[in-house]
């Protein structure tokens, strides 16, 4: 066998093994990202309150009840935020009618954790939504 072969087998081969299989391992660990509030919005919610969340997404021709305009949410509340208000209703404490049923809302389990490992994911989640929503506020 060559000098080349032999470099081969003892060298290139298990550094490469290694490489592929740490790097499988790291990926395992990682923690889950959470998406953007943004991401999110145009994700679960953009089809029915539109992109830019005023109500006109491509869905309203098919729904019985009107999507709320979410860039008035600070407006309708004197000029604060309702924060507490948004995080009920995202967080499925309040029924709205057009998003479904707690059993079935319109953006799944999305924000409540499978496990206990997934919990700081789906907080965040549900942080960044209502940040989002905060930011588009007129």
């Not at 145009?42 to 997404?57: A, F, I, L, Q, S």
């Not at 604060?80 to 953006?107: C, N, Y």
Request: glycine letters at 10%; hydrophobic letters at 40%; charged letters at 20%.
């Amino acid at each position: 066998m060559s000098r080349i072969g032999i470099c081969f087998r003892k060298i290139v081969i298990p550094v490469g093994l290694t490489i592929l299989f740490a790097s499988n391992v790291l990926a395992k660990k990682k923690p889950a990202i959470a998406p953007t509030g943004r991401d999110i919005f145009m994700e679960r919610c953009g089809v029915c309150h539109g992109e830019d969340g005023k109500g006109n997404g491509p869905a309203v021709g098919s729904l019985k009840i009107a999507p709320a305009d979410l860039t008035v949410l600070s407006k309708n509340n004197g000029g604060v935020f309702p924060a507490e208000r948004v995080k009920r209703v995202v967080g499925q404490e309040v029924d709205i009618t057009a998003h479904g049923s707690r059993e079935m809302p319109i953006w799944g389990d999305l924000f409540h954790a499978k496990t206990p490992a997934d919990q700081q994911t789906a907080n965040e989640r549900f942080t960044n939504l209502v940040s989002y929503l905060e930011s588009i506020q007129q």
